[in-house]
Nanobody
Framework: EVQLVESGGGSVQAGGSLRLSCAAS????????MGWYRQAPGNECDLVAS???????WYKASVKGRFTISQDKRENTVYLQMNSLKPEDTAVYYC?????????????????????WGQGTQVTVSS
């Protein structure tokens, strides 16, 4: 059984930092890409960052330079370091493996066969 468990969310003031973790069991990040998605109120499910099994990262334009995705294959854990947080980063963040093939729309989680979602972790950034 595949399980993804997120941790590290919380509340910070604008300009602050948080690090999210996604620990996987039943699935190896060395063999699968994964993505961090977020669900903000009134918005659709949005891919924030992704990383391939061989460590190639992609970022949404609005977080590039502020967020860093990384993986620890020994721990089978993927991280999202979020710096210079803004109120518009407020959302529930989910790790998903593998990343969703587009097109997709709607609210997170977007359930598909062979895509696995964590339970979500709330990030709140106050101004």
């Amino acid at each position: 059984e595949v399980q993804l468990v997120e941790s590290g969310g919380g509340s910070v003031q604008a300009g602050g930092s948080l690090r999210l973790s996604c620990a996987a069991s039943g699935l190896s990040f060395a063999d699968s890409d994964m993505g961090w998605y977020r669900q903000a109120p009134g918005n659709e499910c949005d891919l924030v960052a992704s990383i391939s099994g061989d460590g190639i990262a992609w970022y949404k334009a609005s977080v590039k330079g502020r967020f860093t995705i990384s993986q620890d294959k020994r721990e089978n854990t993927v991280y999202l370091q979020m710096n210079s947080l803004k109120p518009e980063d407020t959302a529930v963040y989910y790790c998903v493996a593998p990343s969703l093939d587009p097109p997709y729309s709607g609210r997170c989680p977007i359930l598909r066969t062979n895509n696995y979602w964590g339970q979500g972790t709330q990030v709140t950034v106050s101004s």
